[in-house]
Each structure stands twice: as structure tokens, then as C-alpha cells.
């Protein structure tokens, strides 16, 4: 059968919706259209039991209650309301000299993390912004060393978005906990992909998105732990009081229903699909590695998700090698992807140098991906690099022994 | 976002990819000028090689390497068929916003165009500092310059 083209290979950008997801949306646009707050006819009672079948399905996965199960607009909402909600109610009062208290976080996490923070830092919190290692990751020992007497939040991802890295959850819960300090990890990437266990895991709040695990978008889930402790948060959203007042608005029941279903599948699945990508991410990765010389796997080689790679080509810019790759959709850390001339700040916080950040490439494999795709990738991506470097003053130079770094550029 | 049905053209099929030796070698040549401009940490280099006639002071030959994006390497592309047969003070009227139009590159890609004009001028000072006395290679000199 021939190959259907173009081949999608962004699955941490966003992933298509399983059509059993769609299926079980589908009556709650037009038959089970209620409003779930409608608490007196049958209509509003229908779409309850969705809203509650879905939170269910949610809380299996997290290993939590339904009732610490919040829904939301997605993870980025759940970012805010959890890091915000959250410093509110635990800010240090009266604000003394010390301010109102201090968040730990990382250089590496997603902006939806790290501008909330840097918004309570200006409105007087103080935050440290942890630097991992080239691995890419932060460890319990790096959050341990942050710590003050004045700790109030530690907001780190579970996986990271651009290279997969794993951080050590579960250790820097365990510190939390011990400590009394609130924990939050942003499980985007995580959670539906990788098993989650929020008490074995020490975790009080955890952001996740629907989009990510083959559900529809416009919807994500917060867990707010609720005994051991029982963490409050400041609703950012006010209203009807929907989410037992931590999230007002009208349920987005068709979306939440759709997120249901996909936590559902991603609970019974994950474990083989894992085992499957994994295997077709390790022959990418072998392939392009070998067939071409000066190529490296960023972030750390073993703790890191088994769908996504993130791979820098020396001597190559990503966007033109995306543009040479235009049938695989992929994503660059490239400056020349973003507005800015800037490359990829993660790719930057790990010190990997400027010139490799360019030339990096994530590829991101999903329930879809068929082993004949990771070969048309690997044959084209290889095609593509070795075109691009035939035309590559940089790749001349380093044949021909010259030190590029030694070398004084013209900035621009 | 899209591309110029030009700039894929380009990107595509380039026009004069390749040197007229090693950086070694090229260095050591009265008839050849150098221009690489860019920097790795920023996303593009450009490196542009003039072929010149030393008597005539024409562009025989042009040559371009790139490391960059596709509009980068257009720009750089398109650069070497216009200097071709150019005497080099023509190739100095080579204007940036010439690029852009014929490319059809977009605000953010302006750079790239930018670039490009820095390399045709950075190869053409090349030329010029290898041969002081040379056709046309007073033209530019800072004092007749300034004359104007």
C-alpha cells in the first residue's frame, strides 16, 4: 500500500482524536446538549452523568478521587489555576520584608509554567529557577539545595515537552511532602502516556491536557489532592461555582466527555503502545545517529519518554531542513520556527551550544505511526541532511579541520 | 508558513552551489573574493566566492554556501546568478530590498536578504583588498567615498 503523505510525526504538539473518542462526543452535541448546572429537568441530569462518567475515568488514571478532579479549559489553565491558586493561599502574611513567599521551578519548564511565576514574582512572591544538568534533568538533590525556610510551592514538569526528559517526581514529592511545601508538576507530556499514581508519586496538584492523549482540545483536568494534605487553591475563575467553586463556568460537557473516553483508552493502552513506540523511536534514532556523522540525542539518553526524540544535525538549520522534510510535520528548535531570531530555550538551558539548537529537530511518534513511516522518515531525513550539508560552508570547515568555534563571527 | 513559489524554486534546485577551492586555497587567490558573513549561534552563514577577470574586472563565475533556512539559502542563491557578468561595482548596487521583492519574502525573512547583501559586499571588499589596484577597485575606497 502506498505511503499516505504527509506523514504527522508531532504528537507532543497535539494528537489527532481516536475516532472512539469522537463517537462518544458525538449525542452530547445534539441529544444530551444540557447544561449540567440545569439541576431540575432531565436534560441538565444527562449531562451530568457525563461530566461524571469522564471524572471517573479521569481519576482512574491519576490513581486519585473523582472529587479532586477539576476540569478545565486545558493545561494551560490548569497551570495557572494550580501555580497561582495556590501561592495565593499560601502566601506568607503579612508581607514582610521577605516577601510573600518563595516558588522553585526550572529554566526549562513550558512558558505556560514559567510566566505565571515570573507574574508572582512581580506582584512581590520571589522565585529560584532551577538550571538541570546537559541531561536535562532536576533531581530531588537540585530541589532539596533550592529550599527555604520561606518554600511555599515547587511547580516541575513531569516530562518535558521539547526532549522528553523525565524529572524525579516522585523523589521531589517525597521531599515536599516532608518539608510541607505545596507540589506541583505539569504532566502534559505524562499523564495518559506513562502510568501515574498520585499518592505513590507524592503529588498535591497535577495539570494535564486532553488534546495530548487523542482526546479534543479546549479541555484539560487539575488533580487537587484533597487529604494528606488537603490542598486549597484561590479560584482565578469566578461565577456560577461549577468545580466545587475552584473553576466557574459552564461545563464543556461534549469536551469533557471526549477527554473521558481518552483517559479511558490511554489507562487500558498505554503500556503496549509505550512498549510499541519505543521500539520504533530506538530504530529512528539508531538509523539517523549512524547514517550521519556529527548528530546527537539531546537531553538524557534512558530517562526520557519512548515516543519523542529530539536530535540535532551539526552543520544543518533545522528550518531548512524542515523545508527539504516538508512531507514528515515535525517540529525545529530552530530560531527561524519562532518569531524571534532566538533558538530554543530549552535546548539552550541544557548548554547545548546556540549553533546545535538550530540544527535540532523533535520528532514525536503517536497510536498511528506505523513502522513503514519511521523508515520513510529515516530515508528522507538522512536524504535531506546530507543535501543540506553539500550545501553547508560550516560542513567544509569542519572537513577541513577548522574549529568553528575558534572562529570570530559577525553577529547580526 | 509558506513560501514564495520562487524561494522554493531556489531552495529546490539551487544555482551555483559550491567554492573555487578550500578556505586555504581561495585565500591564496588574487582572482577570487571571499565573503562569508552570519554566525552559527544566530542560524544562518553565508559564504559567497567571486570569480573575477582581473583585467576587465568583471564576475565570471559566483559560487554560494549556506547554512540556514530555505529563504537563506535562496536569498544566496539568487545572489550568485545576479553577480555573474556584473563588473563588481555593479554587483555593488545589488540592493537588499531587490531581493526581497524578487523572492517575495516575508518581514521576518527580511534578514536573510540582508544577509545577502552583506556577503556580495564582503566578497567584493575581499576582491578589492587582494588587488589595491585593480579595476574599479578604488571605487569604493572610504576617501572617494566620501568625496562624492
Known sequence: MALKLPIYMDHAATTPCDPRVVEAMLPYFTEKFGNSGSRNHWFGWEAEEGIDWAREQVAKLLGANEKEVIFTSGATESNNLAIKGAAEMYEKKPAGQTGRGHIITCIIEHKAVLDPVKRLVKEGFDATFLEPGADGIVTAKMVEAAMREDTILVSLMWANNEIGTINEVREIGALCRKRGVIFHTDGTQWAGKMPVNVEQDNIDLLSMSSHKIYGPKGVGALYVRRRNPRVRLVAQQDGGGQERGFRSGTHNVTGIVGMGKAAEIALKEMDAEGARLLKLRQKMENALTKAIDVSQINGHLEKRLPHLTNISFGFVEGEGLMMAIKDIACSSGSACTSASLEPSYVLKGLGVGDELAHSSLRLSLGRWTTEEQVDFAIENITKAVLKLRAMSPLYDMHKEGIDLSKIEWAHH | ?148
Open chain 2, 1 to 148: 508558513m509558506a513560501y514564495s513559489p520562487k524561494v522554493i524554486d531556489h531552495y529546490e534546485n539551487p544555482r551555483n552551489v559550491g567554492n573555487f577551492g578550500t578556505t586555504a586555497d581561495v585565500k591564496k587567490r588574487p582572482d577570487v573574493g571571499v565573503g562569508i558573513v552570519g554566525a552559527p549561534e544566530c542560524g544562518d552563514v553565508m559564504q559567497l566566492q567571486i570569480l573575477v577577470d582581473q583585467e576587465t574586472g568583471k564576475i565570471k563565475d559566483a559560487k554560494f554556501k549556506t547554512f540556514g533556512c530555505g529563504s537563506a539559502i535562496a536569498s544566496s542563491s539568487l545572489a550568485t546568478e545576479w553577480l555573474k557578468g556584473r563588473t563588481i561595482d555593479e554587483g555593488l548596487a545589488i540592493k537588499n530590498t531587490q531581493i526581497v521583492e524578487e523572492l517575495s519574502l516575508p518581514p521576518v525573512k527580511i534578514h536573510c536578504s540582508v544577509l545577502a547583501e552583506d556577503a556580495i559586499r564582503a566578497a567584493i571588499s575581499d576582491y578589492k583588498a587582494k588587488n589595491p589596484g585593480a579595476a574599479g577597485a578604488a571605487a569604493s575606497t572610504p576617501a572617494s567615498s566620501a568625496s562624492r
